[in-house]
């Protein structure tokens, strides 16, 4: 069994830790220069404030509302990322740190009620030792891990934070619910493709021949497929403990053009890459941090930039490698 834990609302969430009396306040954490929208509390999501909104725009909403704003402090989140991290890994060996909020576990050798069990006490020790809230989905594949997490967050009252596709019936009904584009590992391109043959929910794609799938989405959209129908063929992203190199690399599903969605991402990917790196007990010297543009989108100028930072001291502290991966960003 897979399960997906995802932290609620996270930057909101680590901003209410230390400050306990904006719980059920409506929260924005804005981008670095205060310009826009970036992370929002339910009660703020509640008030229809859309997430990347500029902040002039929606200055007398914030008023009226007495909504709480914080500009954004990624070295805060950082660091509890990497608390909630670490008290996940007491619990289970496998782990897969996906991005600054979320990690996929594996529950090899444990029963059903021993992995719901254990799913249940990660909630209740990460929120009792952090302040942070989480929801987690388990389900037989990672795919369907995600889509049961996605359950768990929507009906908090029904599910406490915690579901479970563990039978055939729930599988086909959280299918049969979902959208194509809101399925994990299908991005924006191959959601227009399946758009355009009428396929618009996770049952309608499982039940696309496999010849379609492989021809459109490639290899990669049929071993989706795969893990869709319950067969898991999409293992955790587990590192080798004599890597000489680390590398957090994603694909985006839109195109971004705000330069805070880049440094977002920048420093998640430099926290993921100082947990893989305290996982085999090494420190790096450089960081190397590159963007670039998608060769799939015809007709646009292609763009590729890299920096190279060497460290003033071997590390492996995430809140020294989000900031120098962040110099590098700036450079570029």
């Known amino acids: 069994m897979f399960a997906l834990i995802d932290c609620n609302n996270f930057y909101a969430s680590c901003e209410r830790v230390f400050q306990p009396h904006l719980n059920e306040k409506p929260i924005v954490i804005l981008s670095n220069n205060d310009g826009c929208v970036i992370a929002r509390s339910n009660e703020a999501k509640a008030l229809g404030i859309p997430m990347g909104a500029p902040a002039f725009k929606f200055k007398e909403v914030f008023q009226k509302n007495k909504v709480e704003i914080f500009s954004s402090n990624f070295t805060l989140y950082g660091d509890m990322s990497n608390r909630v991290m670490s008290i996940i890994s007491r619990f289970v060996p496998d782990v897969e740190v996906y991005s600054v909020d979320e990690a996929f576990l594996r529950f090899n050798g444990f029963t059903e009620d021993e992995a719901d069990k254990k799913c249940k006490e990660i909630i209740s020790t990460v929120w009792k030792w952090t302040g942070i809230p989480v929801s987690i ?54 959601e227009k493709k399946l758009s355009n043959i009428n396929v618009k929910s996770g049952i309608d794609f499982i039940n696309l021949p496999d010849q379609w799938v492989k021809k459109n989405m490639s290899v990669l959209g049929l071993r989706l497929k795969e893990d869709l129908k319950g067969h898991s063929c999409i293992g955790l992203d587990e590192e080798n403990p004599d890597k000489k190199s680390i590398a957090t690399t994603r694909s985006f599903k839109e195109v971004i053009k705000k330069y805070w969605e880049l440094e ?20 790096c010297k450089a960081i190397i ?11 646009n100028e292609q763009y590729y930039n890299s920096s190279l930072i060497n460290l003033p001291n071997p590390t492996n502290s995430a809140i020294t490698i989000a900031k120098y991966s962040n110099i590098g960003l700036r450079r570029i």
Do not use: M
């Not at 977002?264 to 420190?283: D, M, P």
């Not at 941090?289 to 007709?299: A, D, K, N, Q, Y």
């Open 137 to 190: 989905g388990l389900a037989p594949t990672k795919s369907l891990a995600k889509i049961a997490n996605r359950i768990a967050k929507k009906s908090p009252d029904i599910t406490k934070g915690f579901y479970s596709i563990n039978n055939n019936k729930k599988r086909l009904e959280a299918l049969g619910k979902i959208s194509t584009g809101d399925i994990w590992g299908i991005g924006l391109q191959n």
């Open 289 to 299: 941090v590159f963007i670039r543009t998608s060769s799939h989108l015809p007709g």
């Open 264 to 283: 977002e991402r920048v420093v998640t990917y430099a926290s993921i890459c100082s947990q893989k790196l305290r996982r085999q007990n090494s420190n």
